[in-house]
């Protein structure tokens, strides 16, 4: 089955930087990749998501990118704020997600001010 | 996100017992799923349901139970059987199986006592 590698564990930025997130997977299979944010006792959000045919997304101060040849793909936090301190998890599947998603074990972003 | 609901919030079990935590969903999805999440943890998928009266162990099944008698409803039994059930159980949908955003329930915590 897939499996999701995440990193780092812990990332502490000052407010105002930039924070990149990596995640790899181990299926070529998978074609689809979301990203989510969760806060702590809540359930995860969806922030953005990334299918296999395009190599780059934006929406605002966040971005994706997939390498589908190294099987990796990266979140992209420019100019953080305080209120995106928080828990991020990206996920992998194939078919969209309808056969479950697999997570990476998340990465606690702590924006220092 | 608000068309899932997840019962109850807090759960208390006795060792040796089953307990059902229930989820419903009024957006008339097709596919539902339960996942597990343990502290510093990633969520790890318990089962799936794409169509009603049939569903698919994920990666840690062992130890739970579920039932997809109607669409709107998946709820998921934890057994004794369960060695070590404390955990934050979330419940997800999904509208189509061609792709689309899987949302998440609110999440129901349970510790066994």
């Known amino acids: 089955g897939e499996n999701v590698e995440q990193h780092p564990s812990t990332l502490s930025v000052q407010e105002g930087d930039s924070a990149v997130i990596k995640c790899t997977y181990s299926d070529s299979a998978s074609n689809y990749f979301p990203w989510y944010k969760q806060e702590l006792g809540k359930r995860p959000q969806l922030i953005i998501d990334?299918?296999?045919?395009?190599g780059e997304k934006k929406d605002q101060r966040i971005a994706v990118t997939l390498n589908k040849t190294a099987k990796h793909f990266s979140l992209h936090i420019t100019e953080t704020q305080p209120e995106d301190s928080a828990v991020y998890f990206c996920a992998a599947s194939f078919g969209g997600g309808a056969d479950g998603l697999t997570f990476g074990k998340g990465t606690h972003l702590i924006i220092q001010p | 996100d608000g068309g899932i609901t997840q019962s109850p919030k807090y759960l208390f079990r006795k060792e040796g017992q089953n307990v059902t935590l229930s989820c419903e969903q009024n957006l008339n999805h097709d596919a539902m799923y339960w996942y597990r999440q343990d502290p510093g943890q990633g969520l790890r998928l318990i089962y799936y349901s794409q169509i009603v009266n049939d569903f698919q162990k994920g990666d840690i099944a062992e130890g739970y139970s579920v039932s997809r008698e109607k669409k709107e409803s998946f709820p998921l039994t934890v057994t004794s059987a369960q060695k070590n059930p404390t955990a934050f159980y979330l419940c997800a949908s999904i509208s189509s199986l061609s792709g689309n955003t899987i949302y998440f329930g609110e999440g129901s915590w349970l510790t066994v006592v």
């Open positions: 990334i299918r296999s045919n395009v």
